[in-house]
């Protein structure tokens, strides 16, 4: 029986700690695949595969010494690939309805829209990112419980300077966002949790492959969202969702994936008892 080891980034396991609703979960650092030829397939994610090839090949650089040649990484300067980059790390099109993506312009006068072809300024793009800034400057990186309700309002008004700047898909919005979930949920606000919990699997649904455990995390933090505020049918299927990915990274006889099983079963019975109760009421 054959086997390698696959450094590639495609592949959608890495090691990291991940918020969940109740605690921090970290999955497994290896993916194994096994092939019909009997051949073994290991792959490891070394780095956080969210971001632009370029930045993805700058931190495999900085921390490992070594390029990638994976499918992904092959397609660096590309049209898809500048097209993507330029979403996930680039600034969104001055026109709030429309949702091109900017490139520089040739005549060095600021970034120009692929979709409208409207130009956005360098003073402009200079002057938004200094809002951003000073933002920034006073946010703090770890609120305390006293002051977690200051800072929630603060990294709101982050988001909404970030939002005139960056576009819906960047990957600073994203994190940002992640930040107000958590602290969102740590004061209990469900409702306003499970806003930003949407929005943020959106961006991950984009920058990371289908089955990466990140989104079948974040499925699963929304579905729990949505049954705690009474959605039941919405939460069956953010639950399904959620099993569907993370069997294949967790299996199915781990802890988590048997306590996963169980709400999922749950929210199942409640869900069809809600409807006998309603056709029963017509």
């Known amino acids: 029986m054959a086997s390698h080891l696959d450094h590639e980034l495609l592949s959608y396991l890495q090691v990291e700690l991940v918020y969940t609703a109740q605690h921090f979960y970290c999955?497994?650092?290896?993916m194994i695949r096994m092939s019909v030829l009997n051949t073994i397939s290991c792959s490891r994610c070394y780095i956080e595969t969210a971001g632009s090839t370029l930045t993805r090949q700058k931190s495999l650089k900085e921390q490992y010494l070594f390029h990638c040649h994976c499918a992904r990484c092959s397609n660096i300067g590309k049209p898809h690939d500048i097209e993507e980059s330029a979403i996930l790390e680039g600034y969104r099109c001055a026109n709030e309805k429309c949702s091109g993506f900017l490139l520089r312009d040739p005549d060095e006068k600021g970034f120009v829209c692929q979709k409208c072809m409207l130009l956005r300024s360098k003073e402009e793009v200079k002057k938004l990112a200094g809002n951003v800034k000073t933002v920034i400057a006073k946010a703090p990186a770890s609120p305390s419980a006293e002051n977690k309700q200051d800072a929630i309002a603060l990294y709101k008004t982050l988001e909404k300077r970030q939002e005139k700047l960056?576009?819906?898909f960047s990957i600073t919005l994203m994190r940002t966002r992640e930040k107000l979930l958590k602290m969102l949920m740590e004061v209990e606000s469900w409702r306003e949790a499970?806003?930003?919990?949407?929005l943020i699997v959106l961006v991950y649904q984009r920058v990371y492959p289908a089955t990466h455990p990140l989104i079948g995390l974040q499925f699963y933090t929304q579905g729990k969202l949505e049954w705690l505020l009474g959605q039941t049918e919405e939460?069956?299927?953010s639950l399904i969702k959620a099993y569907d990915i993370l069997r294949i990274s967790h299996g199915t006889s781990t802890p988590f994936m048997k306590d996963l099983s169980a709400k999922l079963d749950e929210a199942r019975a409640e869900a069809s008892y809600k409807l006998l109760a309603l056709e029963?009421?017509?």
Not at 27 to 30: G, H, K, T, V
Not at 194 to 198: D, H, N, P
């Open 280 to 282: 029963d009421g017509n």
């Open 235 to 237: 939460a069956v299927g």
């Open 166 to 168: 960056y576009h819906s």
């Open 194 to 198: 499970l806003s930003y919990c949407k």
């Open 27 to 30: 999955p497994p650092p290896l």
